[in-house]
């Protein structure tokens, strides 16, 4: 039996808080049928100023004990003398290698370019052009000022990422799309390529498309795929690959982003999920943002909760995940999907949508 589902919540900055305690309204016993642990961990720009960012390295310690965190969106200052940006450091801290991200169709919100089926980008989470160092030299603004800026990535990173990528199509019933330019960087990207390569071999169920990355952005255009796409991608590649695809099905606050740890082999040691976008100061305090990402967030820690074997996660993983698309489906949805309803009402509709499942499930009998 595994110890008691324990969660820690990293709170953050702005509209990031104010959907984040939003979200965890569906967490509630009476909401779920669990009872999970909350941990509060303040990392807002304020706490971590005040801490020089010990706040994270507690939160990242917590996350590598319990297996579990659900992050709200963070301000990263621009000094180069600041905190800087907690996701590095939570990333580091858990020894995160990939990063999660699925777009999916979301019901009465039409999709652009025909795309229906799912698209997980599963991106390096460190590495490549972020950590990367980077120097000048010449005249300062002078017309013969070089930047120079050195990157890495490692064989370790690049195996998780292509690991789990199949792993993903496999569970998804779709096929490895897409990939780094190995054509124009054959020592550098081409070792993601290789290690997708590898697993290509040891995975022969899964079709594979390798695609070279501007002719996969211009597929992702073009879309109409005819099954699910899983696209496993370097860091910085990734990133863009993302703020791409979750617009496609109607707004980057549609869908979560995972972060994942895994032990020697694959299996997950620690799953952290956020919302992909940022604080949205302009949406401060006007109870509109769309809370779906956070709120979706909080369904995948459950769904990897299952998976470490605690009992009636994934009932209520599902749950919410059904709940969240059945409401837009209904039509109850905020301005970003065209939409009126605010942020407290879709939440509480949710959680209506959530208690009613969960009650007839078990009035059936059925534990999903």
């Known amino acids: 039996m595994p110890d008691p589902l324990k969660i820690a919540i990293l709170e953050g900055d702005e509209t990031g808080q104010e959907l984040l305690e939003q979200a965890i309204r569906v967490l509630a016993p009476d909401v779920i049928g669990l009872e999970p642990v909350l941990v509060n961990y303040d990392l807002s720009l304020e706490n971590r100023r005040a801490t020089s960012n010990g706040v994270v390295t507690e939160a990242a310690q917590a996350m590598r004990d319990c297996g579990f965190g659900i992050k709200a969106a963070t301000i990263t200052p621009e000094g180069k003398d600041d905190v800087g940006s907690p996701n590095r450091l939570l990333r580091e801290g858990i020894d995160g290698k990939v990063i999660v991200r699925t777009g999916r169709r979301i019901p009465g919100v039409t999709p652009i370019g025909g795309t229906y089926h799912p698209i997980s980008v599963v991106r390096m989470a460190v590495g490549d052009a972020y950590g990367a160092k980077e120097s000048r030299e010449g005249e300062e603004g002078g017309p013969d000022e070089v930047a120079f800026r050195v990157e890495k990535i490692s064989r370790s990173v690049c195996r998780a990422v292509s690991e789990y990528a199949f792993r993903q199509a496999r569970k998804m019933g779709g096929q490895v799309f897409g990939g780094p330019k190995w054509t124009v960087s054959p020592v550098y990207e081409g070792m993601l390529k290789e290690e997708m390569d590898k697993a290509a071999a040891a995975y022969t169920d899964v079709e594979y498309r390798p695609m070279l990355i501007d002719a996969t952005y211009a597929a992702l255009i073009r879309g109409s795929s005819e099954a699910p796409l899983v696209i496993p991608a370097l860091n910085r590649d990734g990133d ?34 956020e919302a992909p ?9 006007k109870d509109v943002a769309n809370p ?47 939409g009126h309803h605010g942020t407290t009402e879709f ?14 499930w078990s009035s059936l009998g059925t534990t999903v």
């Open 347 to 360: 939440t509480s509709e949710v959680i209506t949508r959530i208690k009613n499942k969960i009650e007839v």
């Open 240 to 273: 863009c690959l993302s703020d791409l695809v979750m617009p496609m099905f109607g707004s980057i606050a549609g869908a979560e982003s995972v972060l994942l740890a895994f032990d020697d082999e694959y299996k997950t040691s620690a799953a952290m999920a």
């Open 292 to 338: 779906m990402a956070m709120i979706l967030s909080c369904a995948a820690v459950l769904h990897y909760a299952a998976t470490a074997g605690h009992d009636g996660a994934e009932r209520a993983s599902r749950a919410i995940y059904e709940s969240v698309l059945e409401a837009t489906a209904a039509g109850v949805k905020t301005p970003d999907l065209g």
């Open 277 to 285: 976008h940022g604080t949205a100061p302009t949406l401060m305090g």
